[in-house]
């Protein structure tokens, strides 16, 4: 099926089609099947009516700026105005798009990437405030970028996955099997990502997130490589650092134990009576 008329007007007022105007097929859905085992299913996931997207991105007009380093005379926030009792968009780790409608930021670079990083307020009040990083491991740390004052115009911070602003297709093929074991014991895994299709080609996602959160004291520490040859006065200090960016937590410090046997004795004293030397470890 074409492209009904009214859906070609929409996207050509509200969003750019990537492959251009009259030229997209929607509804399509072909279906194979390999014997009695398995289906296939292809399509480039366009349905023929309106879709309405959410486009998270958050404006700041003028110098709207907090945070300020009296030194350097620059500020680490970005203030914007939610509506009231509202928090902006933005979590922590989100990737954005800075897009100013006229004059850069100083210390910023239009259509350059950036870590955002939400600025918690006191109790009862709506959260407006973000500071930027230049990589996402930088998160939480003194880093932010680090912006001077600007003019009146806008500035928009969009989320880098909405910052296209292009309309294509999702070309997919999709393996489904066409029969279930039910006297098969289910594994009780959780469906993640795209989880089913329509007849019109969209997709299905499941709500539930592939995202982990990990929490808690650390029980014990497994050594792979213990090594050799340390100094017992002066240990060795092991450091657990969280890897994962964008969530930097909270540094753990391990105590090692070191066992073995004297194997030497070194004397920085060589004037002693040796029948009167006593050696305390």
């Given at each position: 099926m074409?492209?009904?008329e009214n859906?070609?007007?929409h996207l050509?007022?509200?969003?750019?089609i990537k492959?251009?105007?009259?030229?997209?097929?929607?509804?399509?859905?072909?279906?194979?099947t390999?014997?009695?085992?398995?289906?296939?299913?292809a399509s480039?996931s366009?349905?023929?009516?309106?879709?309405d997207t959410d486009?998270?991105e958050e404006?700041?007009?003028g110098?709207?700026?907090?945070?300020r380093?009296?030194?350097?005379?620059?500020?680490?926030?970005?203030?914007?105005?939610?509506?009231?009792?509202?928090?902006i968009?933005f979590?922590q780790?989100?990737?954005?798009?800075y897009s100013?409608?006229?004059?850069?930021l100083s210390g910023?670079?239009s259509g350059?990437?950036?870590?955002?990083?939400?600025?918690?307020?006191?109790?009862?009040?709506?959260?407006s405030?973000i500071a930027?990083?230049?990589s996402?491991?930088?998160?939480?740390?003194?880093?932010?970028?680090q912006?001077?004052?600007?003019t009146?115009?806008g500035?928009?911070?969009?989320?880098?996955?909405?910052?296209?602003?292009?309309l294509?297709?999702?070309?997919?093929l999709?393996r489904?099997?066409?029969s279930?074991?039910?006297?098969?014991?289910?594994?009780q895994e959780?469906?993640?990502n795209?989880?089913g299709?329509l007849?019109?080609g969209?997709?299905i996602?499941?709500p539930?997130s592939?995202?982990?959160?990990?929490?808690?004291?650390l029980?014990?520490?497994d050594?792979?490589?213990?090594?050799?040859?340390?100094d017992?006065?002066?240990?060795?200090?092991?450091?657990?650092e969280n890897s994962?960016?964008?969530a930097?937590g909270?540094?753990?410090l391990v105590?090692?134990v070191?066992?073995?046997?004297?194997?030497?004795?070194?004397l920085?004293?060589k004037?002693?009576?040796?029948?009167?030397?006593?050696v305390?470890l």
């Open positions: 074409i492209l009904e859906m070609r007007l050509a007022l509200e969003v750019e492959q251009g105007n009259d030229v997209l097929i929607s509804d399509v859905l072909n279906v194979y390999d014997g009695e085992t398995d289906g296939y299913v480039n366009l349905p023929n009516y309106i879709i486009i998270i404006t700041a007009v110098s709207n700026l907090d945070g380093d009296f030194v350097s005379g620059l500020y680490s926030y970005i203030q914007f105005t939610p509506p009231a009792n509202t928090d968009k979590i780790g989100d990737t954005v798009i100013p409608d006229s004059e850069v910023l670079e350059r990437t950036y870590y955002v990083d939400p600025i918690i307020p006191p109790a009862n009040q709506s959260i405030q930027l990083y230049e996402a491991n930088q998160i939480g740390t003194a880093s932010t970028v912006i001077g004052l600007g009146a115009g500035h928009n911070f969009i989320l880098q996955r909405h910052a296209n602003r292009k294509e297709t999702d070309k997919i999709r489904i099997p066409l279930q074991n039910l006297f098969v014991t289910s594994k959780q469906p993640l795209d989880i299709i007849i019109d969209v997709q996602r499941s539930i592939d995202n982990k959160i990990y929490f808690g004291p029980e014990s520490v050594v792979i490589n213990s090594g050799k040859n340390y017992v006065v002066n240990p060795p200090q092991v450091i657990v994962t960016p964008a930097p909270t540094t753990a105590e090692p070191l066992s073995g046997s004297v194997s030497e004795v070194m920085t004293h004037n002693l009576i040796l029948n009167q030397l006593q305390f």
